[in-house]
């Protein structure tokens, strides 16, 4: 007998909890399930054949009778007669012929019981066909080698509708008299007398069976998806008789049958685990030894597992906490075991991660507050050199008062751009430097750009935060006169009701007829702009910057969307809270210079 006394805690538990139940419950299970499989094997194995036996025999007899169904045509001289012919006088007698043999074709092999789709009868390419349903495709005759034959689905362009399974019987028509071939008639046959049949054998929605033909092409499957596939006929050993097999890592008993007549497989495949459901009795006798045994072990064990379960509990709980966020954990466990020496590196890894956690907080505001910074105190190097050089060639054609115009509105940009005191200004300043901007691209464009600034509220009364525009209107220019002679750029300001309750908000409409945006650049813009607007800052887009500032300082219901169609031009909305009082801006100020300070 082992001398528990020596050995660590988690060696004692191991060992009670194998001796009392492992060891036991495993070699009873193990024993009584293999008994039990192999008799299920083989009494199922012996079974199942038989019946697949029955079955084939019952599909060659419908089979036998829907190979007797072409002789039909013999009844008719009139038919006869029909098919003789080789060639039509005038389409009239054509389509009366057509008419006389589609009706014969529907009143003789169409009736309740028979499971047909159609009857395709042709004769020196021409078609008389009568079917249940509308079909497509058979815009000509197939090569079916002459002599009788079958064709499956896989093999046929032809398609009816609500794409039902099925297969060609095809077989020649002889002119006994005349000692020729006249056509060929094809019976469209529905796979459902098939399953009516299998179905009967079906006794568990687990099982598949199927029918196959000798070089595995699927005839017809429980599964539909499955027809017209090729199974690996190397994976069948046996013809006839069962066996077994592996399926995903899961073992599988497959019966197969070969019928005699048609040469067909039929295939029946159940999982072990569904046949041995039925095992009440063993499952009974095992789920009471296994209760029994491991109510014991628990009276046994709990007084030893006690004070290790609980304090790992209680880790576990603190753990959860930690991954939703919670740093201000501590685990106060006195003890000097193992338990102890975890609670001792979990606290101190959990202190650790606080630390960093807010070193990286800091830095991360800071340098995303400077890239801001950067971004609000930047005029396009493009756009003045651009703008010089307008004004140059002004000068060289003795254009003064254009010169004079266009260095003023340029002074006004560079007071507006330069006096960085103040992030957030009156909405008519904001305007004011997008006119004056608008303007100076109008004498550097001239008629290729036309604009309009369109207000239904008194500008000077409102807030905005700077640069929120300006970054817009250089999309719509740079990218609307790559592509257009002309562009047309309006914006609109107006009032609306609040998002917040009780509340107003500012929005600016900016559209313009220029080139668009792409499907997937405005799906990628959009996936953007519903992200987190503070982390993808950096996604090289000025409109998705301006989107963040917004939300940074307003919220993330407020900001930007963004509708554009290719060619037709972009629509793009600007949302921010209606800010009248100088104590709101200030708050707004102090934001963002607490989160430049960090």
Same mark, same amino acid.
């Given at each position: 007998m082992l001398n528990l006394r020596n050995y660590r805690l988690r060696s004692k538990l191991i060992i009670t909890y194998l001796l009392l139940t492992v060891v036991p419950i495993s070699l009873l299970g193990y024993i009584s399930y293999s008994q039990y499989t192999k008799s299920i094997e083989g009494q199922v194995g012996e079974y199942i054949p038989k019946i697949l036996d029955q079955a084939n025999e019952n599909i060659d007899k419908q089979m036998e009778e829907l190979t007797y169904a072409p002789e039909l045509l013999y009844n008719s001289s009139? *038919?006869?007669?029909?098919? =003789?012919?080789? &060639?039509?006088? #005038?389409? /009239?007698?054509?389509?009366?012929?057509?008419?006389?043999?589609?009706?014969?074709?529907?009143?003789?092999?169409?009736?309740?019981?028979?499971?047909?789709?159609?009857?395709? *009868?042709?004769?020196?390419? =021409?078609?008389? &066909?009568?079917? #249940?349903? /509308?079909?497509?495709?058979?815009?000509?005759?197939?090569?079916?080698?002459?002599?009788?034959?079958?064709?499956?689905?896989?093999?046929?362009?032809?398609?009816?509708?609500?794409?039902?399974?099925?297969?060609?019987?095809?077989?020649?028509?002889?002119?006994?008299?005349?000692?020729?071939?006249?056509?060929?008639?094809?019976?469209?046959?529905?796979?459902t007398f098939i399953e009516s049949v299998l179905m009967s054998i079906k006794d568990q929605d687990e099982a598949e069976i199927w029918i196959m033909n000798r070089q595995g092409r699927v005839i017809y499957h429980t599964d539909p998806e499955q027809i017209g596939t090729v199974e690996n006929m190397s994976a069948f050993p046996l013809a006839n008789g069962s066996f077994r097999s592996y399926k995903n890592g899961e073992r599988m008993l497959v019966s197969v049958s070969e019928s005699e007549r048609m040469g067909w497989i039929t295939v029946h495949r159940i999982p072990f685990k569904y046949l041995t459901e039925q095992a009440e009795m063993v499952k009974d006798f095992v789920i009471g030894i296994f209760i029994a045994i491991v109510l014991a072990t628990i009276i046994i064990s709990v007084f030893m597992a006690w004070s290790v379960s609980r304090p790992i509990y209680k880790l576990s709980r603190l753990m959860r906490t930690v991954e939703n966020g919670n740093f201000q954990v501590d685990l106060n466990i006195q003890s000097k075991d193992e338990i102890g020496i975890l609670a001792r590196s979990f606290n101190s890894m959990v202190s650790r991660i606080r630390e960093l956690v807010q070193l990286n907080y800091h830095i991360e505001i800071r340098q995303k507050q400077a890239e801001l910074y950067a971004l609000q105190s930047q005029i396009n190097p493009h756009f003045m050199y651009n703008t010089l050089e307008t004004i140059s060639m002004a000068v060289e054609e003795d254009e003064k008062e254009t010169v004079v115009e266009m260095v003023t509105l340029l002074g006004k940009m560079l007071r507006f751009s330069l006096s960085n005191k103040n992030r957030i200004v009156t909405m008519d300043r904001e305007v004011e430097h997008i006119r004056n901007y608008l303007l100076i691209q109008k004498y550097r464009f001239e008629q290729r750009l036309h604009f309009t600034i369109d207000s239904d509220i008194e500008l000077q009364h409102y807030y905005s935060p700077k640069f929120i525009l300006q970054p817009i209107i250089e999309n719509c220019i740079k990218h609307g006169l790559e592509t257009r002679k002309g562009l047309n750029i309006s914006v609109e300001v107006f009032k609306v009701q609040g998002i917040r309750p009780q509340t107003e908000d500012i929005t600016i409409i900016i559209r313009d007829n220029g080139a668009g945006i792409d499907h997937e650049t405005l799906k990628m813009i959009h996936r953007l702009l519903r992200s987190d607007p503070i982390a993808k800052r950096d996604s090289g887009y000025g409109l998705i910057n301006v989107h963040a500032r917004i939300a940074m300082l307003f919220g993330v219901e407020y900001g930007l969307a963004v509708e554009s169609e290719p060619v037709e031009g972009t629509e793009i909305v600007i949302r921010i809270p209606a800010i009248t009082d100088l104590q709101t801006v200030e708050k707004y100020e102090r934001i963002e210079d607490e989160s430049y300070r960090g």
């Open positions: 009139q *038919v006869l007669s029909i098919l =003789r012919k080789d &060639s039509y006088p #005038t389409r /009239s007698e054509f389509l009366n012929d057509r008419f006389t043999m589609n009706s014969y074709l529907s009143s003789t092999y169409f009736t309740e019981k028979n499971s047909l789709l159609g009857v395709f *009868v042709w004769t020196k390419q =021409r078609l008389f &066909s009568s079917t #249940t349903v /509308s079909y497509t495709g058979f815009e000509k005759e197939p090569d079916w080698g002459g002599g009788d034959g079958m064709i499956l689905q896989h093999e046929t362009d032809l398609r009816f509708k609500g794409k039902p399974p099925f297969f060609l019987i095809v077989k020649p028509i002889q002119d006994f008299e005349n000692r020729r071939t006249i056509g060929t008639i094809m019976l469209a046959v529905r796979l």
